[in-house]
């Protein structure tokens, strides 16, 4: 019986060397963060720096000072607490979104980020098998944010939709 316990436990150790068991996530700021138009879906789940996809245009936006909107924010939504970061690159918006008890800690991308003067709507979603492994999902969704950003733009409130139901979500600019 000794024997198969010192077996099961070398051949547990060999199946994960090499491998971090778990990311250490990276404080959500210009520097960690890469803009990519496309890459393949092998590439986007061994990225090590966060990923982030454009949303709209600056110049669309009818936004006079974009960089007013820009920055991290701290969200909460359903027991879930975690941090909203938007940023400005190349005239556009892009975001990303993390969860601090949910999923390896990785920053997802905000996927069809739109901002205007007081509202934003974003994507959240795992889709292929390599966005589940990346992000630490257990399965595949996607989530629908609508919010309603505050004169001062330091809250941002809104709604989210999920498997046919809705709930509310609130951000705090940090």
């Known amino acids: 019986m000794r024997y198969l316990y010192v077996i099961v436990s070398f051949l547990l150790l060999c199946s994960c060397a090499g491998r971090p068991l778990k990311d250490v996530a990276k404080p959500l700021?210009?520097?960690?963060?890469?803009?990519?138009?496309?890459?393949?879906?092998d590439?986007?789940?061994?990225?090590?720096?966060?990923?982030?996809?454009?949303?709209?245009?600056?110049n669309g936006s009818g936004i006079?000072?974009?960089?007013?909107?820009?920055?991290?924010?701290?969200?909460?939504m359903s027991g879930y607490k975690?941090?909203?970061?938007i940023g400005i690159k190349d005239g556009a918006f892009y975001g990303t979104i993390k969860f601090y008890n949910w999923g390896n800690g990785v920053p997802q991308p905000l996927k069809s980020l739109?901002?205007?003067?007081?509202?934003?709507?974003?994507?959240?979603?795992?889709?292929?098998?390599?966005?589940?492994?990346?992000?630490?999902?257990?399965?595949?969704?996607?989530q629908e944010f609508y919010g309603i950003i505050s004169k001062d733009r330091k809250i941002?409130?809104?709604?989210?939709?999920?498997?046919?139901?809705?709930?509310?979500?609130?951000?705090?600019r940090k």
């Not at 700021?29 to 879906?41: A, D, R």
């Not at 590439?43 to 600056?58: P, R």
Request: net charge negative; no cysteine.
């Open 29 to 41: 700021n210009e520097e960690n963060i890469i803009i990519t138009e496309e890459k393949g879906e």
């Open 43 to 58: 590439e986007k789940a061994l990225e090590k720096t966060t990923e982030i996809i454009k949303g709209n245009d600056i």
């Open 64 to 76: 006079s000072h974009p960089e007013y909107y820009t920055g991290s924010f701290e969200i909460t």
């Open 82 to 85: 975690g941090e909203i970061f």
């Open 114 to 142: 739109r901002v205007n003067e007081d509202k934003i709507y974003f994507i959240r979603s795992i889709t292929t098998r390599e966005e589940l492994i990346k992000y630490g999902g257990t399965d595949f969704f996607t």
């Open 156 to 172: 941002i409130r809104g709604y989210y939709r999920y498997a046919g139901t809705q709930d509310n979500w609130q951000a705090i």
